[in-house]
């Protein structure tokens, strides 16, 4: 698997991209998110919110590190609850507490 194809996935998936980057950009990451990044010897994988870094892995190839962020964005709910009408938080807020 590529970025490419983990992009797809994850559209597929109805995954929100608020809570992920795949180019390893940390502007959205206030929030918490989910982090692929490609670097001279390899790719690593974390979450980053807030400044801080955490759970962070580090792969040889490319293949590897789509299958650990996909793996781990799919195992956590909050990143799926959106329909594509209403996304992100927003759509999360209003299916459990409506108003």
């Known amino acids: 698997m590529d970025v490419a194809e983990l992009k797809i ?14 180019n390893g950009s940390t502007k959205r990451a206030w929030i918490g998110a989910d982090i692929l990044e490609q670097k001279e010897d390899g790719w690593v994988v974390y979450f980053s919110e807030r400044g ?5 892995k ?17 195992s ?14 927003r759509g999360w807020f209003e299916k459990y507490w409506p108003f």
């Open 52 to 56: 801080m870094t955490s759970n962070l």
């Open 9 to 22: 996935t994850l559209d597929k998936e109805g995954v929100d991209p608020i809570y992920y980057s795949l």
């Open 76 to 89: 956590d709910p909050i990143t799926k609850v959106f329909t594509p009408k209403k996304r992100g938080f």
């Open 58 to 74: 580090k792969y040889a190839s490319e293949d590897e590190a789509c299958k650990d962020i996909l793996e781990r964005l799919l």
